[in-house]
């Protein structure tokens, strides 16, 4: 569990882990060098987690390092991360352990999610019925290049296959959609088709706020470009097309983000690049149009269509996958 001044939610993240069903397991809090009551909340839980290991690092690092530190520390076969404003439900663990030891060929295996907001109230009940995105098992990898669909508080993986690949790298702030690809490579990665852990939106998590370095470049459109230089094969595998069009869609991703954000010019610098690798594409063409209207008009227009694909998928709310930087559109 990496935390950096998680003492408002932190309580119940561990809580949640102690309400698991399955009691085999210990917990790695990594300390980022919160500043706030994050230490003293996790004392709290001493007595009754004596398995517990509190790492503290004396300045900021990142996430992706305090992971890693996290699993330098850990003496269990399989690993599973919980974010500190993240919660696990109660079967989560007894789900994950049960399906890898009936599947010794799967090296991880992750699980459909909840969305709550700040207040702990269930904003989606289910992502995948959400966005009706198919989530395959086995030998995932075309499907998981063409789109990310994998949430990390929902994973229990071998620690013998994250060994391999020496952890998250840490040339990112987060890294996952890289390792999962990596893993994707290498090995099995199965699903479980039903919700074991609940993702928080709230206004003050840390993936809205990334260092200046990757606030202006998609973090999985940096993995991307990254997974196809360890592999150049992957062209060729998937083709030209499947590469330019995921090339496209995930500029469109950075396009709608600057797009809400009023940020129009942004918008429009991210749409150029997303129509030259996908052309033909008519919401890219009618997005660029959307921010040449009045800022009202493009605002109007923009609820609109948020009610109108909320009452069409029977969510409250849009859930963004903030910590892979993708819009669930």
Not at 106 to 111: D, F, I
């Amino acid at each position: 569990m990496p935390v950096l001044n998680g003492e408002r939610y932190i309580a119940q993240a561990i809580g949640s882990i102690l309400a698991q069903t399955y009691r085999d397991f210990e917990l790695i809090v990594v300390d980022d060098g919160s500043t706030d009551g994050t230490a003293a909340c996790v004392e709290t839980f001493r007595d009754r987690l004596p398995r517990l290991q509190y790492v503290k690092h004396s300045q900021n690092q990142g996430i992706a390092r305090s992971v890693n530190d996290g699993l330098r520390h850990s003496t269990g076969e399989l690993i599973a991360f919980l974010d500190h404003d993240d919660l696990w439900l109660p079967d989560f663990l007894e789900t994950q352990v049960k399906y890898l030891d009936g599947h010794p060929d799967v090296a991880m295996v992750h699980a459909d999610y909840q969305i709550i907001d700040g207040g702990g109230n269930l904003v989606c009940e289910s992502v995948a019925r959400w966005d009706g995105r198919e989530r395959p098992s086995g030998q995932i990898f075309p499907q998981l290049f063409r789109q990310s669909f994998i949430c990390g508080t929902s994973v229990l993986i071998r620690k013998s296959c994250l060994d391999r690949f020496g952890g998250f790298d840490e040339r990112f702030h987060f890294g996952d959609y890289y390792l999962w690809m990596r893993m994707a490579r290498a090995y099995k990665i199965d699903y479980v088709p039903r919700p074991l852990t609940q993702y928080r939106q709230h206004t003050s998590q840390s993936t809205r706020n990334l260092p200046p370095t990757q606030a202006a470049e998609n973090l999985m459109l940096q993995a991307t470009r990254m997974i196809l230089e360890e592999h150049p094969e992957i062209r060729k595998e998937l083709g030209e097309v499947a590469v330019r069009r995921r090339f496209a869609s995930q500029y469109f991703d950075l396009a709608y983000s600057a797009f809400v954000a009023e940020a129009y010019g942004n918008a429009r610098a991210y749409l150029v690049k997303a129509i030259r690798h996908w052309p033909s594409n008519r919401r890219y063409h009618m997005l660029f149009v959307a921010t040449l209207l009045p800022l009202g008009l493009g605002k109007k227009l923009r609820e609109a269509w948020r009610r109108i694909r909320a009452r069409g998928n029977r969510a409250p709310k849009r859930p963004v996958n903030d910590r892979a930087t993708e819009v669930w559109r």
